[in-house]
């Protein structure tokens, strides 16, 4: 089996970024509202919830793209450049939900790097095979 170190990195770094993503959920907003399920019509809690909902709708495909890109023998330096500014995008995007659910700098920047990396790896996988 193809060992994939530097994507494992990544993927440790994203993984307890989740699980800070969940338990802001849960510790922060859910316990202090007493919501049990959903966002309780609270908008507070709607938006650290699709903050954690955007986490987890892009960053598998990211890092499967990754670890794909690094089996098929990807440079090192490409690998750890989509790693961090995956891992940067994901910081700054619920940053910059919470500090405004609108339209910001720094929500606009994590999405933006993260569908970046995205296109990058997608590129790289697909000419992998020709």
Do not use: C
């Not at 709607?46 to 890109?69: S, W």
């Not at 995956?86 to 929500?107: A, K, Q």
């Amino acid at each position: 089996m193809t060992a994939i170190p530097i994507t494992g990195l990544y993927a440790g770094i994203l993984g307890l970024m989740l699980l800070w993503l969940s338990i802001r959920i849960v510790a922060s907003v859910r316990a202090k509202a007493e919501i049990g399920f959903g966002d309780g019509g609270d908008p507070q809690h709607t938006v650290v919830v699709r903050g954690q909902g955007n986490f987890v709708e892009y960053v598998p495909m990211a890092v499967i793209l990754m670890a794909i890109d690094e089996m098929a023998g990807t440079s090192a330096p490409w690998i750890h450049g989509m790693g961090i500014t995956l891992v940067i995008g994901r910081l700054l995007h619920p940053f910059g939900l919470t500090t405004n659910p609108g339209v910001n700098p720094l929500r606009f920047a994590g999405t933006m790097s993260t569908w970046v990396v995205i296109a990058i790896a997608s590129v790289i996988a697909i000419a992998g095979y020709f």
